[in-house]
């Protein structure tokens, strides 16, 4: 038991100074790193002194680790080493497992993303639940990565598995059973609804961005477009980039800052426009499809509906004493600047969702049509 209190109190000084690197806390700053250190030594004495027997060294230890690493990073994680290669892996699918995307909410499991003709689509699952149980296993308060491998394994393993869901309503749970079955990568959709262009992008990649512009080809006549991006978290920078660049025309560059002050710039070209651009965006718009909005609305795009996900973070593995930390290494900004990392875009308008219509869709038609936006209150 000794042993392993002596681990843990030298695992939690190493990623400290890890993530203390990573947000650049580390230099002039430095003398409060070594106060957290001090101040974390000194809880593990007190709960090894007064609590050893009741908690569990080991969730302790997660749990140190887990905290320091979303307070400097909203959407990092701490991944314990005998999970990492798995986690890994999970990472580095093309597409997620059961073709669901997640995020975390309010301690839960966040459904962002359902790939239509997935097993999670036809299971009736929708972006803006939540996952309390995945399969005997509660989730809720839990690490995201722990959700992710256990629908990985049950994809790869068992097939199948029963989930807890909540609606996003609030008002109640239901059982979801998923069937693994093969699905095929999602593509854009595009129509045009009273001279106004619908675009649906499901995910922002090169490919998917390539067929979304031939789409857009016929509509050379249109005097709006609405860009619906609820629901939508799969691609790349790059993707958001391009289809920028296809949407409002021109020149379009993307700024990913990174730690340290420095940044890089992603550029694209496309076709000149001179249509009206809304966006429609709510809690499940995360990631590529928030740096599209963001580039949308810098170039004067109406942002209709909720506030975003919040969060743009590309993340790479640190290594650290019993494991790694999945910090980010770069993050897109909103158009005032703001990191979009743990804070979403506003949108210019507010529409509160309504269950019998899509409220949201219907004000960006109009906007997209000639309307006024609403002023918001102060």
Do not use: H
């Amino acid at each position: 038991m000794r042993q392993r209190w002596l681990f843990l109190a030298v695992s939690v000084a190493v990623i400290i100074g890890v993530v203390a690197l990573a947000s650049g806390a580390a230099g002039a700053g430095g003398r409060g790193v070594y106060r957290l250190m001090a101040v974390l030594g000194q809880t593990v004495s007190l709960v090894r002194s007064s609590y050893v027997e009741e908690v569990p060294v080991e969730k302790l230890e997660l749990g140190a680790m887990g905290g320091l690493v979303e307070a400097a990073d909203p959407g990092g994680q701490w991944v314990p080493e005998d999970v990492t290669e798995e986690y890994g892996r999970v990472r580095a699918r093309v597409l997620p497992p059961f073709g669901m995307v997640l995020g975390k909410r309010s301690s839960y499991p966040f459904v962002l993303q359902v790939i239509a003709e997935s097993p999670a689509a036809k299971a009736g699952i929708v972006p803006g639940e939540l996952i309390e149980r995945v399969g005997s296993e509660p989730v809720r308060a839990r690490p995201l990565w722990r959700a992710l491998l256990l629908l990985d394994v049950a994809e790869r393993n068992a097939g199948s598995v029963t989930l807890d869901v909540i609606d996003r309503q609030l008002t109640g749970k239901r059982p979801v059973e998923l069937k693994q079955a093969p699905f095929p990568a999602p593509g854009s959709a595009t129509e045009v609804r009273n001279g106004i262009v619908v675009a649906r992008l499901a995910i922002l990649d090169t490919a998917g961005i390539s067929k979304f512009a031939q789409s857009l080809q016929t509509a050379t006549t249109a005097a709006g477009i609405v860009v619906d991006l609820r629901g939508v978290a799969l691609g790349t920078p790059e993707g958001a980039a391009q289809a920028a660049a296809q949407i409002v025309g021109g020149d379009s560059a993307l700024k990913m800052e990174m730690r340290g002050g420095r940044s890089e710039t992603l550029k694209a070209t496309g076709p000149s426009r001179t249509w009206r651009v809304v966006v429609c965006l709510d809690g499940t718009t995360a990631g590529p499809a928030e740096l599209l909005a963001g580039l949308l609305k810098a170039r004067g795009a109406t942002l209709v509906g909720g506030e975003s996900y919040g969060d743009t973070g590309l993340r790479r593995a640190i290594k650290g004493a019993g494991g790694e930390a999945w910090l980010a290494a770069e993050w897109g900004v909103a158009p005032g600047g703001t990191p979009l990392l743990g804070t979403g875009l506003k949108p210019d308008e507010r529409i509160r969702p309504r269950k019998e219509a899509d409220a949201v869709l219907e004000r960006a038609l109009e906007l997209a049509g000639g309307a006024t936006v609403v002023k918001q209150a102060a």
